[in-house]
């Protein structure tokens, strides 16, 4: 309670603006180990392609190395090469975003036509696969988005489920009009993800598939970016998934054509 004496009323407000003082402290110190661990986690992430460049063009260098092994370490170095550049990219996006956070200016946006702009992109890489991706009739959906970053949120999860599935399997994008909202679901029949896991895949370098996620390019930013984006246009995301079976990655954003309601009709 505050007191009325001036004197206690004055300690009291040091008391606070100390407390004040206390939580900014520790909001920063908090903020700072998390910059430092995003540092750490970045030079890891490079220190890995790196060192495998390095050692195949040292080999290389050295000679001697038959035809077929020259072939191999050349591809290394290619594919370890294309993984930085990824990484970087994936980097260079996130910070974009998080410089733009507060200004994102939402419009009207076709949300399939966004939708088949991205199955364009990605489709051949479904396809050498031989993975189907099956979207909704043509229904023109009016959401409040921002168009190329709608298309990056695609690309990624879309990307997602194809490279963690088996070859010859559906993708499905389904899409449940809600009052206010859409609800969009990117599903597939993949390898899915543990309960434990399912809280930590949207956290920046978290991965449960190490080696697959390597082998296919991946940078672990990828759903970093699809929450970072979604949140910025006040939508949310989620996962739901079963091992084995597996994985329904959805988010919401806010419907534009939202229904009249039954008094103003
Ligand atoms: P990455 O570049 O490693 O794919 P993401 O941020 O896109 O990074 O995903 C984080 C992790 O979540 C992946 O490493 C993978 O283990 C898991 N994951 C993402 N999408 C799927 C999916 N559709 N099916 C199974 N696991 C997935």
Redesign the pocket.
Known sequence: PISADPRLRAKADGAHDVLMLVNDVSEWRRLERMRSEFVANVSHELKTPIAAIRGFAETLLDGGVDEEAQQKFLQTIYDESMRMG?LVS?LLELSKLEATDSRVDPVAVDLYEVLERAVDRIGPTASERGIRIVIPPRDPVQVWAEPDMLLQVFL??L???I???PPQSTIRVTWDVLVDRIKVH?Q?N????PQE?LDR??????????D???A???????????KHIISSLGGEVG?E?EEGK??D?WFTLSRLDRPVSARSR
């Open positions: 990824n994936d990624n999860l990307a997602n489920a490279h963690y599935s990117v597939d993949g390898i899915g993800i896991s895949v949207f956290e920046r370098f978290y991965r449960v598939h190490k697959r996620s390597r296919s390019g991946g940078t672990g930013l990828g759903l970093a970016i699809v996962v998934s597996g994985s990655f």
